[in-house]
C-alpha cells in the first residue's frame, strides 16, 4: 500500500493565522459586550445567527429540535472559513475560496449494496423525505478544535427506512463525490480517494445522527459539504463525510478512509474520547473556534446519555 501522511496537527499547533482570528473575535466579542451593556440589548440577540444574512437561500419551514444544546452557537465566518476538506485543500482556510464554484446540482446519490432495491435518488427528492429541523450541535474535531453549529437537516433513520436495507445489512458506508475537474484536492495523493466513512447500523439509525443540507438556516455552504452531509456529533469530525453520492449497506465493516490513511491514529469507531490520546497528542481538551481557552472534552462529546449505550461490553481503548 502507498505511504500516505497523516497531514493533521494537533491543537497546540494551530497556525498563527487562527490564533488571529481568535483574537480578532475575543476583541470583537469584547466590544459587542459593551455595548449590549451599554444599550441593554441581550448579548445573544446582537450575536445572534438569526439576525445575520447570509450568502446562501434561506430553507423555509425549519422546526427547533429537542436535541439541540444551548451553548452559544459558533459564528458563521469561522465556521465557513475553517474547513477540513481534502477535496479541496488541506488548509483550513482555503476551501471556503476554493469550494465557491462546485455544482450541486444536478446531483444524484446512489443507494445500494444490501437494500430490497437498489436506487439512484435525486437530491431533491432526499430533501423532501422528512421536515427539515434544526439541530444544533457540538462538533469536535480529531485535531482538537470545536465549534457548536446550528445544522439544518432530518435522522438519517429516515432515508435508511425508505432504502430498506436487507437484514443482513450490518454496516452502511458513505463516499464522497470523485471529480478531479471541480476539487483540485483530488489531483494529490494525500489521501485515497473518494473519501470513505462508515457506521455500524444501529449508529446510523440513532436518533441524533443527521443528514445535514443546511446551516444557519440556509443550505449548506459548499465548503461545509453541499449539497449533502452527514453529522454525527459524538465522533471526531471526520466521520461526518461531505457531499456525499453513494449510501452503501453492507454486512462487513467498511474501510473508511482516515483508517487507511494513518491506521494506528484513525479507527473506525473514532467516538469523542477525552481519556484515549490520538498517538501524538492529547485528547483531554478542546479549542472552541472563536474563543480563547480551551475546555476539556467531553466523553462522547457530551451526548453519553443517549449513545453509551450504543457501545456497552466494547473496550473503548481497543476500539478506538
Ligand atoms: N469529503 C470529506 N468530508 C469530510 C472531510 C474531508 O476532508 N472530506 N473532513 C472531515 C473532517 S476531518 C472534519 S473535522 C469535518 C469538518 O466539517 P466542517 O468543515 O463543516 O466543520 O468534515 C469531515 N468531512
Ligand atoms: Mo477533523
Redesign the pocket.
Known amino acids: 500500500m502507498l505511504f500516505k501522511k497523516a497531514p493533521?496537527i494537533p491543537s497546540s499547533e494551530i497556525t498563527p493565522q487562527h490564533l488571529y482570528l481568535n483574537r480578532r473575535n475575543f476583541l470583537a466579542g469584547a466590544a459587542i459586550a459593551g455595548t449590549a451593556a451599554a444599550t441593554g440589548v441581550g448579548l445573544r440577540e446582537l450575536v445572534s445567527p438569526s439576525t445575520t444574512v447570509f450568502a446562501g437561500n434561506k430553507i423555509d419551514g425549519i422546526k427547533k429540535s429537542a436535541f439541540s444544546t444551548t451553548e452559544t452557537v459558533t459564528p458563521y465566518k469561522d465556521?465557513t472559513n475553517?474547513?477540513?476538506?481534502?477535496?479541496f485543500s488541506v488548509e483550513k482556510t482555503e476551501?471556503a475560496t476554493l469550494a465557491k464554484n462546485f455544482r450541486t446540482r444536478p446531483w444524484k446519490v446512489t443507494v445500494d449494496g444490501l437494500v430490497a432495491k437498489k436506487q439512484q435518488l435525486d437530491i431533491d427528492t432526499i430533501l423532501k423525505m422528512a421536515p427539515p429541523e434544526e439541530r444544533i450541535y457540538r462538533?469536535r474535531?480529531?485535531?482538537g478544535w470545536s465549534?457548536v453549529?446550528p445544522w439544518v437537516g432530518f435522522s438519517l433513520s429516515e432515508l435508511i427506512k425508505r432504502a430498506n436495507p436487507l437484514g443482513k445489512a450490518q454496516f452502511v458506508e458513505f463516499t464522497?463525490i470523485l471529480d478531479m475537474t471541480q476539487m483540485p484536492g483530488q489531483r494529490r495523493q494525500v489521501?485515497d480517494w473518494?473519501?470513505v466513512?462508515g457506521l455500524r447500523m444501529d449508529e446510523a439509525m440513532h436518533p441524533l445522527a443527521l443528514l445535514c443540507f443546511g446551516m444557519y438556516g440556509e443550505d449548506l455552504p459548499n465548503?461545509?459539504?453541499a449539497p449533502l452531509?452527514i453529522v454525527v456529533p459524538w465522533k471526531?469530525?471526520?466521520?461526518?463525510?461531505?457531499?456525499i453520492v453513494r449510501i452503501r449497506f453492507t454486512e462487513k465493516q467498511p474501510v473508511n478512509t482516515?483508517n487507511i490513511s494513518a491506521p494506528r491514529e484513525y479507527g473506525f469507531y473514532s467516538n469523542v474520547n477525552p481519556t484515549v490520546d490520538h498517538p501524538r497528542w492529547s485528547q483531554a481538551k478542546e479549542r472552541r473556534l472563536g474563543e480563547f481557552f480551551k475546555r476539556p472534552t467531553l466523553m462522547f462529546n457530551g451526548y453519553g446519555d443517549q449513545v453509551a449505550s450504543l457501545y456497552n461490553g466494547m473496550d473503548l481503548r481497543k476500539n478506538f
Open positions: 493533521d465556521v475553517y474547513n477540513n476538506y481534502y477535496e476551501p462538533h474535531c480529531v485535531e465549534i453549529v464522497t489521501l473518494p473519501y466513512e465548503q461545509d459539504g452531509r471526531y469530525g471526520f466521520k461526518s463525510a461531505k457531499a482516515w
